[in-house]
Nanobody, 115 residues
Framework: QVQLVESGGGLVQPGGSLRLSCTAS????????RGWYRQAPGKQRELVAA???????NYANSVKGRFTISRDNAKNTVYLEMNNLKAEDTAVYYC?????????WGQGTQVTVSS
């Protein structure tokens, strides 16, 4: 089992920045990919960004150039740095971990971009 705990969401004005954190615990040695997804009201959950154990990254087109995913292996933590936030970035953001035992999710953290 893998447990994921997210933090860092909140309310921010358009053009502002936030950093989300996701710390993993449990059977983390089999994790090969970490990622962030988001789900806005009435929409499907979508991939925002992901990073593999080889540090390969991929991003949704809508966030390229604005969001950066990174990880600190010593802290078992993945970060999502979000800059130049837009109203359409408003959603619940979920941390995800893919391992050879299955896919695990965090509880979600709300990000609201509004003036």
């Amino acid at each position: 089992q893998v447990q994921l705990v997210e933090s860092g969401g909140g309310l921010v004005q358009p053009g502002g920045s936030l950093r989300l954190s996701c710390t993993a615990s449990g059977s983390i040695f089999r994790i090969y990919r970490r990622g962030w997804y988001r789900q806005a009201p009435g929409k499907q959950r979508e991939l925002v960004a992901a990073i593999t154990s080889e540090d390969n990254t991929n991003y949704a087109n809508s966030v390229k150039g604005r969001f950066t995913i990174s990880r600190d292996n010593a802290k078992n933590t993945v970060y999502l740095e979000m800059n130049n936030l837009k109203a359409e970035d408003t959603a619940v953001y979920y941390c995800c971990a893919d391992s050879f035992y299955g896919t695990y999710w965090g509880q979600g953290t709300q990000v609201t971009v509004s003036s």
